[in-house]
């Protein structure tokens, strides 16, 4: 995994870790990577993954059993779902539609475009 100078660390494994859930690689109820397996995979310190899991932990994504490890909270697609489509509207779309008015791209072309976009989606999935 390449890291950014962006933001922080422990933030972008937990992208990572939502990233798997999201994708189903790590089903609802289903086990996660111990932290020190997630930290050889990923080449950082078992701290920082540990800070990444108490994270998610806080945000309901993931939870603890005891002596079993960290597993997929049943609901966590839906709140990794509305957090980050919250965040996108919030933070990037206002950044979007700024560069679209500046290169003065319509809404037409835009949709014209997302169409064929999702229509690649299906055909890869």
């Known amino acids: 995994m390449e890291f950014n100078q962006t933001q922080a660390i422990y933030l972008q494994i937990a992208d990572y870790v939502c990233d798997q859930v999201q994708l189903q690689h790590w089903p609802p109820e289903g086990k996660v990577p111990s932290v020190r397996e997630l930290a050889v995979t990923l080449e950082v310190n078992p701290n920082t993954v540990m800070r990444s899991y108490e994270h998610l ?8 059993r005891r002596g079993l490890g ?13 957090v980050r489509r919250e965040q996108f509207l919030q ?6 539609f700024r560069k679209m008015y500046l290169l003065g791209i319509e ?5 014209a475009r997302y169409e064929k976009f999702k229509q690649r989606q299906l055909k890869a999935q």
Not at 70 to 82: G, H, M, P, T
Request: charged share 30%; with cysteine; hydrophobic share 40%.
């Open 107 to 111: 809404l037409d072309e835009l949709k």
């Open 91 to 96: 933070e990037e779309l206002p950044l979007f």
């Open 70 to 82: 960290y597993f997929v909270c049943e609901d966590a697609v839906k709140k990794i779902l509305s």
């Open 57 to 64: 932990q806080q945000q309901g994504v993931i939870y603890t």
